[in-house]
Nanobody, 123 residues
Framework: VRFEESGGGLVQAGKSLRLSCGAS????????MGWFRQAPGKEREFVAF????????DYADSVKGRFTISRDNGKNTVYLQMNSLKPEDTANYYC?????????????????WGQGTQVTVSS
């Protein structure tokens, strides 16, 4: 299993970034996907979730209305469009895959993890 995450970087508050996570080594279209983030000294926290078909998604309250998760099963890739970024969004962002769909906001239920991509938002 392998993930290639990209799109992170340094950006000013109010700007946008789009994260990508390309997957290989498993049948991507059969897995539900999530995005999590972890800031220094903090626990990993749920950001967004999308089911295998892409037909439903959910978000943490802190990003709802600003972030959008999507996926392209033909390209084995999940995306996170982040708009109106805030300094508190600064973290290392991880994509993750799991077969199940319950309790999707808990990191421990995910089977595979990307290596993370750093997002830094300056004020």
């Amino acid at each position: 299993v392998r993930f290639e995450e990209s799109g992170g970087g340094l950006v000013q508050a109010g700007k946008s970034l789009r994260l990508s996570c390309g997957a290989s080594g498993f049948t991507f279209s059969t897995y539900n996907m999530g995005w999590f983030r972890q800031a220094p000294g903090k626990e990993r926290e749920f950001v967004a979730f999308i089911i295998r078909s892409g037909g439903a998604s959910d978000y943490a309250d802190s990003v709802k209305g600003r972030f959008t998760i999507s996926r392209d099963n033909g390209k084995n890739t999940v995306y996170l469009q982040m708009n109106s970024l805030k300094p508190e969004d600064t973290a290392n962002y991880y994509c993750a895959a799991r077969l199940g769909s319950s309790n999707y906001f808990y990191a421990r239920f995910y089977d595979y993890w990307g290596q993370g991509t750093q997002v830094t938002v300056s004020s």
